[in-house]
């Protein structure tokens, strides 16, 4: 398990009630291809770390990614899969990656949330307390249209949550002088707008360290992902 390029974060980890992982660059892979052949190819070690990380065969549930606001949601029934824009009128979807998505949320146990990133911010948001969790794939369109606020507000609606309550965590993702947009401190200040207080960014920037991240600015698109993973335990 050491063995494996992934890591993991202190305040999740002292949560108690979920599981996570952020996997890094895969080691031996050529990721020289368009975004679905390398997904194929990074799927071995990437079940692999979920494998090691506690997943085991729980149903991983993706977004497309589109750099919208959209949020998914893994319903109380678990068999009724919806997909939400923060207005009326759900759809029903039969497969496992939401269309037109870029994050999710649950109240479910045993279920696994997967986003896709190579310089966007994977954002994790965990509310202990009811309990719920949310994922979403937020990069510089997607923090300008505010998915994260739209996720918090999602969680609050559907599942009661306090933002008070709630621990957001910041993955690795590009940052200034390597790209020309904070969009992780937008984040933070959108978060802190909704009263979250426990915000965490790991501070790390994806575009500085090619040997442990892909970059899509760095490597001028012709590059891997990181897949963060989230689920209630």
Same mark, same amino acid.
């Given at each position: 398990?050491?063995?494996?390029?992934?890591?993991?974060?202190?305040?999740?980890?002292?949560?108690?009630?979920?599981?996570?992982?952020?996997?890094?660059?895969?080691?031996?892979?050529?990721?020289? $291809?368009?975004?679905?052949?390398?997904?194929? *190819?990074?799927?071995?070690? $990437?079940?692999?770390?979920?494998?090691?990380?506690?997943?085991?065969?729980?149903?991983?549930?993706?977004?497309?990614?589109?750099?919208?606001n959209?949020?998914?949601?893994?319903? /109380? /029934? *678990?068999?009724?899969?919806?997909?939400? !824009?923060?207005?009326?009128?759900?759809?029903?979807?039969?497969?496992?990656?939401?269309?037109?998505?870029?994050?999710?949320?649950?109240?479910? #146990?045993?279920?696994?949330?997967?986003?896709y990133?190579?310089?966007?911010?994977?954002?994790?948001?965990?509310?202990?307390?009811t309990?719920?969790?949310?994922?979403?794939?937020?990069g510089?369109?997607?923090?300008?249209?505010?998915?994260? /606020?739209?996720?918090?507000?999602?969680?609050?609606?559907?599942?009661? !949550?306090?933002?008070v $309550?709630?621990?957001v965590?910041?993955?690795?993702c590009?940052?200034?002088?390597h790209?020309?947009?904070?969009?992780?401190?937008?984040?933070? #200040?959108?978060?802190?707008?909704?009263?979250?207080?426990?915000?965490?960014?790991c501070?790390?920037? /994806?575009?500085?360290?090619?040997?442990?991240?892909? !970059?899509? #600015?760095?490597?001028?698109?012709?590059t891997?992902?990181?897949?963060?993973?989230?689920?209630?335990?």
């Amino acid at each position: 398990m050491m063995d494996l390029p992934f890591e993991q974060f202190p305040a999740l980890n002292a949560v108690g009630i979920c599981r996570h992982v952020f996997t890094q660059r895969i080691p031996g892979i050529d990721v020289s $291809h368009d975004k679905a052949e390398v997904l194929e *190819r990074l799927s071995v070690a $990437h079940q692999e770390i979920q494998e090691a990380t506690g997943f085991g065969d729980w149903p991983l549930f993706t977004a497309q990614q589109i750099h919208g606001n959209r949020i998914a949601v893994v319903d /109380t /029934t *678990r068999s009724a899969l919806r997909a939400d !824009s923060g207005r009326r009128g759900a759809v029903s979807l039969p497969a496992h990656e939401f269309p037109r998505s870029d994050g999710i949320i649950t109240n479910q #146990r045993g279920v696994a949330l997967g986003i896709y990133v190579a310089d966007c911010c994977a954002v994790y948001i965990v509310d202990p307390k009811t309990p719920a969790i949310g994922l979403v794939h937020s990069g510089r369109k997607g923090s300008e249209l505010g998915i994260v /606020t739209n996720a918090v507000g999602q969680m609050s609606e559907r599942f009661g !949550s306090d933002p008070v $309550h709630m621990i957001v965590q910041l993955s690795p993702c590009i940052r200034p002088p390597h790209y020309e947009v904070d969009f992780a401190a937008e984040i933070i #200040r959108q978060c802190r707008v909704l009263g979250v207080r426990n915000v965490r960014d790991c501070g790390t920037c /994806t575009a500085c360290d090619l040997r442990r991240y892909y !970059s899509y #600015r760095a490597e001028k698109g012709k590059t891997g992902r990181m897949l963060a993973v989230l689920g209630l335990a």
